[in-house]
């Protein structure tokens, strides 16, 4: 069992590679066609009749038996090169679903019936060399088109490259041995040297260095690691060693739950496609109807022959292939996915995604992800005259150091170097003392100072305990020194974030369960257009209904865990702060870091995406109005034809434009 988890484990991790080796394959069978076809091409040319009397060369190639070397190398041409569209044609037909390749088979197999019937003894006109060209050029816009879808969804082959191949492992002796990634079991340790990538998901044992992870959330400064602390595979280490116990491996590592999210988010069904599909499909009719007129109009209402109705027929067909149409919005999708995810932030379901332009109102919620859910020193008071803001801060630092309290961790953060304190001991319920500096401190609550009969400014600690602030006394040879006020800490991008979306119309709200001081404190200084307190996470869906009942599209963004009623209910769940745990079920969209102003580059994205979507389609349709009228030989009495060759010279344009334009995509 435990063999085919790993066997299994090492599959999936080369999946994205299997994926990159078959495109590759389409890319390089098209550039192989191509060749061998324009190769071909080049006797046609020198053979066909319809040339050397463009030229004023007749005569030069005159001679027996020249239709049958045409009809040889056409056959080869016609069945090597044409035969993707061949079968494409046989496949949409199949699936009643006619579209691009419908068109360019049907204008092949004319093309080739016809010119074959003369060259076998049929009165008529030869156009081998139009079949050839037609081919040669359609095949080079399908090697195009491969290589910009390729180049699209490249950056899954580059996230799967991230992790190294081979680890350290150590043993319990300590020893090293170099292991292959995917033979590491959970619980495995595993040495990572300065300089090199994390093998894998896991949490420091030992050590402590800088961490890049910039390719893998988007942040670009380096996080600290210490012992304890997590690290995610493809990471690429700092200046310290780091022993690591491995978390996670195969399909559950972080970098491979990305991968996997951004190719179901790049093959998902989105609304701008069935539209594409849709057009496609009309354009297929449009394109045999406006064959059918042409032909006809052409045989009845002129004098031309046979031969040019034909020949402004084939051209009508295949100047209106909805080739550009079909890769209008795959080419976007793909794009905008993997521009998301070397962002930060992972499109689960792209409907919800496209719609963010439309976005009205954006609900925060308020710890852990407008706050980061930490206490952080907001106010100290000093009530010792001959003691300083800092001086009071450096007592209480000194004595929390020795306490893992989430309140002693954010004092003892606010301080860069505290003193030494000695003979430690807890207030069971109440705080902490030692002894600092050859005095006594403590650090305790307003209760024991009371039941103590310790006296302190009790107007100005209840004001800022009504603010939903913990305060904490801090007692020097047991007389009140000062007092310190903790709070959740406001992240340094959340004013920002708030400020940005405002500035593109949104309203910006805030829901949480604190309470309502603690509410309009965090509102006020963010400068929010509303608050919602005291609501429990349960009700927290009923919120969302409200404000959609009120006509607005909404936007929630929680933590993804309490808030996965209303990330489901709203019109776009966003989870912020996901971290490692990037599976988060109710939401559309992932944001890997804990930073607000992702939020704002999410609908800027949108937007961004649906203007391409939108220049890409009306490109991909609108040329079609230009180019039938002229494939159909309107302008023909001015002298102005478009032969099949020119006609797919003009349609695979469309298709590099539209590629070129998705690729630009910011």
Partial sequence: MEQHQHSHSHHEQNKPHGHHDHHEHMVQDFKKRFWITLILTAPILALSPTLHFLFGLKGLAD?????????????????????????????????????MMTLIGMAVCVAYVYSSLVALGMPGKVFFWELATLIAIMLLGHWIEMRSVMGASGALEELARMVPGQAHR????????????????????VLVRPGEKIPVDGTVLEGSSSVNEALLTGESKPVRKNK??????????????????????????FLNQVIDLVRKAQESKSRSQ??????AMWLTFIALGAGAVTMASWLILSTRDFVFAMERTVTVMVITCPHALGLAVPLVVAVSTTLAAKNGFLIRNRTPFEGARKIQAVLFDKTGTLTTGNFGV?????????????????????????????????????????????????????????????????????????????????????????????????????????????????????????????????KVMMLTGDNSKVAASVAQELGLDEYFAEIPPDRKADKV??????????????????????????????????????????????????????????????RATYRKTVQNLFWATGYNAVAIPLAAGVLAPMGILLSPAVGAILMSISTVIVAVNAKILK
């Fill in 378 to 506: 907001s106010d100290v008071l000093v009530f010792d005259p001959d003691m300083t803001e800092q001086e009071l801060l450096n007592f209480a630092s000194a004595v929390e150091a020795h306490s893992e309290h989430p309140i002693a961790r954010g004092i003892t953060e606010s301080t860069a170097q505290p003193p030494e304190a000695q003979n430690f001991e807890a207030i069971p319920g109440r705080g902490a003392k030692a002894l600092v500096q050859e005095r006594d401190v403590a650090v305790v609550s307003p209760d024991y100072a009371r039941e103590n009969s310790i006296s302190f400014d009790q107007d100005a600690v209840s004001r800022l305990a009504e603010e939903g602030k913990t305060v904490v006394l801090v007692l020097v040879q047991d007389q009140a020194a000062g007092a310190v006020a903790l709070a959740d800490v406001i992240r340094e991008e959340s004013k920002q974030a708030i400020a940005e979306l405002k500035r593109l119309g949104l």
């Fill in 228 to 253: 304890g602390d997590l690290v995610i595979g493809g990471a690429v280490n700092g200046e310290g060693s780091l022993s690591v116990e491995v978390g996670k491996t195969g399909d559950d590592s």
């Fill in 274 to 279: 069935d539209l594409a599909n849709t057009a």
């Fill in 63 to 99: 001679f027996t038996g020249r239709y049958l070397i045409l009809f040889g190398l056409g056959t080869a041409i016609f069945v090597y090169g044409g035969w993707p569209f061949l079968t494409g044609l046989v496949n949409e037909l199949k699936k009643k679903q006619p579209g």
């Fill in 170 to 189: 150590l043993d319990a002796q300590g020893n090293i041995s170099d292991t292959a990634v995917s033979d590491l079991q959970v619980r495995d340790r």
């Fill in 545 to 606: 209904k409200e404000l959609q009942n009120q006509g607005l599209r909404v936007a929630m963004t929680g933590d993804g865990v309490n808030d996965a009623p209303a990330l489901a209910t709203a019109d776009l769940g966003i989870a912020i702060g996901a971290g490692t745990d990037v599976a988060a079920e109710t939401a559309d969209i992932i944001l890997v870091r804990s930073n607000p102003l992702d939020v704002l580059n999410l609908i800027r994205l949108s």
